[in-house]
């Protein structure tokens, strides 16, 4: 089982910066080979944004290059989301999402919401 907790999001100007954090609870250490990121604005389908490997491998959508960054703590078992440079088109409910493998689905959390002002 696998529980995750989101924070960190908020409202913020276009150009700003927010950093999204999501702990995760297991019982199974594996299940969270895979962290990432999935997004999912106002009538619009839930779209990934990047994932992690417990060995720092990591891939991001194209829309999100050079301006957000992924990271891990294995110790704390918790992903982080680095977001720079926000847009209004960045605004959604960012969900952390673990898995054993790439792309991670298995286990979602709750979501939190990021909302970017122009």
């Known amino acids: 089982q696998v529980r995750l907790v989101e924070s960190g999001g908020g409202l913020v100007q276009a150009g700003e910066s927010l950093r999204l954090s999501c702990a995760a609870s297991?019982?199974?250490?594996?299940?969270?080979?895979?962290m990432g990121w999935y997004r999912q604005a106002p009538e619009k389908q839930r779209e990934f944004v990047a994932f992690?490997?417990?060995?720092?491998?990591?891939n991001y959508a194209d829309f999100v290059k050079g301006r957000f960054t992924i990271s891990r703590d294995n110790a704390k078992n918790t992903v982080y989301l680095q977001m720079n440079s926000l847009k209004p088109e960045d605004t959604a409910v960012y969900y952390c999402?673990?898995?054993?493998?790439?792309?991670?689905?298995?286990?979602w959390g709750q979501g939190t919401q990021v909302t970017v002002s122009s």
């Open positions: 992690i490997t417990r060995g720092d491998s990591t």
């Open positions: 999402a673990t898995g054993f493998n790439a792309p991670p689905r298995g286990y």
């Open positions: 297991v019982s199974n250490i594996f299940s969270i080979n895979v």
